[in-house]
């Protein structure tokens, strides 16, 4: 059985190149204007309207235990599926959709660089571009969190 190539879109955080399978992104948006929460999670930095859909927006960076920088030209707002639940990612820039073939992929290590190896389904090592971190969207919110940002978009 032949195994699959994935769709990976690359995004920046902190000067580091991410890839996340696009199976899971809906769309990228420019960053508009977050109606903040009281009393959520610090990388929780609110909910925006998008195209009527009320959607809760996680700072990525801060997520990762990274420090929080201000906003660019070059932000975007990766709209993610994550466990059934529309989420906003927002990431210091989105480059690229490549294709990445099995045989490059690698599992992470316990540790890449502070980002917690549950976040990671593994390093991808590209001739064009060195290592790439492979995040799974999925296990970047834990269920508690997720729940709280559903209670948050339903609000």
């Given at each position: ?11 920046k ?6 890839g996340?399978n696009?199976d899971?992104?809906r ?9 903040s929460?009281?009393?959520?999670s ?26 929080e ?7 975007r ?5 994550v466990?059934?639940v529309?989420?906003?990612l ?12 099995p ?13 917690d ?7 991808a090592k ?12 999925d296990y970047?919110?834990s269920?508690?969190?997720i729940?709280?940002?559903q209670?948050?978009?339903?609000e």
């Amino acid at each position: 059985m032949e195994e699959t190539i994935t769709k990976t879109i690359i995004f920046k955080l902190n000067n580091q190149e991410y890839g996340a399978n696009i199976d899971q992104i809906r769309s990228i948006e420019r960053l508009e204007d977050i109606v903040s929460l009281p009393q959520t999670s610090d990388f929780i930095k609110g909910i925006i309207n998008l195209r009527g859909s009320v959607t809760p927006i996680i700072d990525l960076r801060t997520r990762l235990g990274m420090k929080e920088t201000e906003p660019t030209e070059q932000t975007r707002v990766l709209i993610a599926n994550v466990r059934d639940v529309q989420v906003g990612l927002i990431v210091d820039e989105a480059t690229d959709v490549i294709d990445i073939s099995p045989e490059v992929v690698d599992d992470a290590p316990e540790l890449v660089k502070g980002v917690d190896y549950r976040y990671m389904k593994g390093v991808a090592k590209l001739a064009d571009r060195g290592m790439l971190l492979l995040l799974d969207l999925d296990y970047v919110l834990s269920l508690d969190e997720i729940n709280q940002v559903q209670q948050v978009a339903d609000e």
